[in-house]
């Protein structure tokens, strides 16, 4: 089940509301492969009326378990963070950003703004293309496709070696003496 807040009921006689709440990491409808060891995303948020929109600071706590895209490994991702958004109540020509370089989004129904789907977006879009388990992941060895994390090996480098011209001469060298 989605959730909503009614803007324009919730900020009738306010100029920003605060809100914490928990929503299932399984009701944002992520890609198949997301999943968290967490339960629940948790949200902390601050709403701010302004003149064409709402301003949102929009906190979140949660973890997505990933697979590495070298080594193949699963592993947890920390998805905590504090981003800025702007929610327009005018339809925007193109450009997507506010004043302050803030991303803007087009609020299409202030009586029904749908949280879920903006907790949705920020995880994707905090979600790297490339997912790397560390920054200094080895991988997996292309010669002799083991983990070299877990076991490295000089496969490559002896690969290397073996395509060198000095490695060449010293084969000829051999043969001579
Ligand atoms: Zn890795
Ligand atoms: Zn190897």
Redesign the pocket.
Known sequence: MPVFINLKNELKNEDFIERDFSVPFDSLDLPEEYSSKNRDVDVHMYIFKEKDGYLISLSIKSDVQLECDRCLEPFNMDLSGTSNIFLSKKKLSGGELHEDDLIARYLEDEEHFNVSELLREEILIQTPMKALCSDNCQGI??????N?NE?P????KKQKREESPFAKLQVLLEKKK
């Not at 060895?141 to 083991?146: F, L, S």
């Not at 090996?153 to 490559?156: I, R």
């Open positions: 060895c292309p010669v002799c496709g083991n070299r076991n090996c000089d496969c490559e």
